[in-house]
């Protein structure tokens, strides 16, 4: 199977699992009247392109520096909002990067693992 399938694939499976444990959930954003359903899909998406974008990016070459900078750098523009947001604040920002870089990693790692490569290239 292509490297870049094999880390989409993976991607989206373990995209979800951060959903589950932290959020963010509707609710924080129904208080300030967002709509909340539609605010945390900025995050979800963004976890599910951790990765296809790990699989097609080739820096840097190792897949143990390329899997964790990737998740940090996709989630990265959110966690700030979620830094502004009341009642959420820097822990918040610190379990997305967390669970990001945790998925990048893993990504690149069991990409390697099934196709033997570190990267598309």
């Known amino acids: 199977m292509p490297y ?5 694939a993976i991607g989206l499976v373990l995209g979800w699992i951060p959903m589950l444990l932290h959020g963010p959930i509707p609710e924080k954003y ?8 539609v605010a945390v899909w900025g995050w ?6 951790i990765g296809f974008l ?3 990016t080739v820096w840097p070459h190792p897949w143990d520096l390329r899997g964790p900078l990737i998740g940090l750098l996709a989630l990265f523009p959110l966690t700030l909002v979620s830094l502004a947001t009341p009642g959420c604040g820097a822990p918040c920002m610190g379990w997305n990067l967390t669970s990001a870089a945790a998925i990048g ?8 693992a099934i ?5 598309a290239v």
Do not use: E, K, N, Q
Request: proline share 0%; charged share 20%.
């Open 115 to 119: 196709t033997g490569r570190d990267a």
């Open 4 to 8: 870049v399938l094999v880390c989409t």
């Open 44 to 49: 979800y998406t963004a976890r599910l392109l």
């Open 105 to 112: 990693i893993l990504v690149a790692g069991l990409a390697r």
């Open 30 to 37: 129904d208080i300030l009247y967002l709509r909340g359903d």
């Open 54 to 56: 790990v699989g097609v």
